[in-house]
């Protein structure tokens, strides 16, 4: 069965998207098992073995649930479990993905207090500290933060939104958003005091679409007992009991957690730090590449950029579009559209996942032969300048 419709080249096609990323053959072949019986006796090691695993990734001690759901329901779960009708959330629009998440809020039936940006950096860390300040009454009930929004290529300083809420004494739950971050970019759910960390796993973690997670604070929790929001299928109380003896509530998704599974194995082998090293020197190279071919990074904050993938912009006159279509015809590879107000002005590379060295040379090669291509003005020797920084920085 053929799912592409279009026609592909010999070769692997590149999927150099900002998520989902490429799966690891190792992922694939252990997603390949045979079903099994979800409340046998196997699957409660399994599912403990996976729910202990991820307090690692998350950098916690409490629990993690995992939902078979886009990162959209891990986004409803962390806002419905802990708050109630009316309530006030501050939330930092830093690009499509956050304002998506205000959305959601507001049809919820949560009051979203905005906070701006030009969408060219992360969350301004200033205007949280001083809304924070002027909230004498304790209004605000949550604070959420995209921590790498994925349509600019911005990530956010949680640690520093972490410290206006402590230097304002402020009681609000700080809800973050590390879909595309999770397993890329360094984070601390634990040391940050998180109360919700919302994932997914079809980016950092290697894995298809289809799961996403919940890692909770113990403020959360409490929060959790008297939170009015409606839920069921989200609801964390049905989850944690059975999670306990590595059980779900309702049918997980079996295959996937074989995925997790080795998933985890890998990023754990490998070592949080040096696959935090290997995303930050793939985004220098991208970033070099970038300024090489004399093009605009989307990110105007040296502090903000994204280890997970570079948004860049196109000349006035040239259509960021046009350039994808060119590239998925001529070179067999998908780039990331601009969403939102950055349709047709950014195209996103993908430098996240299962990724090495040379596939970020084939992916920097497939742009600047598409910039020539579909006829964008820039200089050459973007590549090369990637292999300079790579090969110079083992
Ligand atoms: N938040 C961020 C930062 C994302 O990048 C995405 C998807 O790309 C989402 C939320 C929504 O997740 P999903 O599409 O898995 O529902």
Partial sequence: MAYFTSNRSAGRHFLQIPGPTNVPDRVLRAMDNPTMDHRGPDFGILGKRVLEKLRPVFATSGPVIIYPASGTGAWEAALVNTLSPGDTVLMCETGWFAHLWQEMAGRLGLKARLLETDWRRGADVAAIAEALRGDRGHEIKAVCVVHNETSTGCTSRIEEVRAALDAAAHPALLLVDTISSLGSIRYEHEAWGVDVTVAGSQKGLMLPPGLSFNAVSAKALKASETARL????????????????????????????????????????????DVFSRHDRHAEATRRAVRRWGLEIQCEEPRHYSSALTAVRVPEGHSANALRAAILERFDMSLGNGLGRLNDRVFRIGHLGAFNDLSLLGTLGGVEMGLRVAGVPHEGGGVQAAMDYLSGNA
């Fill in 230 to 273: 409606p839920r069921s299928f989200w609801d964390w109380k049905p989850m944690l009991a059975a999670n306990a003896t590595g059980y779900f509530p309702y049918t997980p998704a079996t295959n996937l957690l074989y995925a997790l599974d080795t998933a985890l194995d890998m990023l754990l082998e490998e070592g949080l730090g």
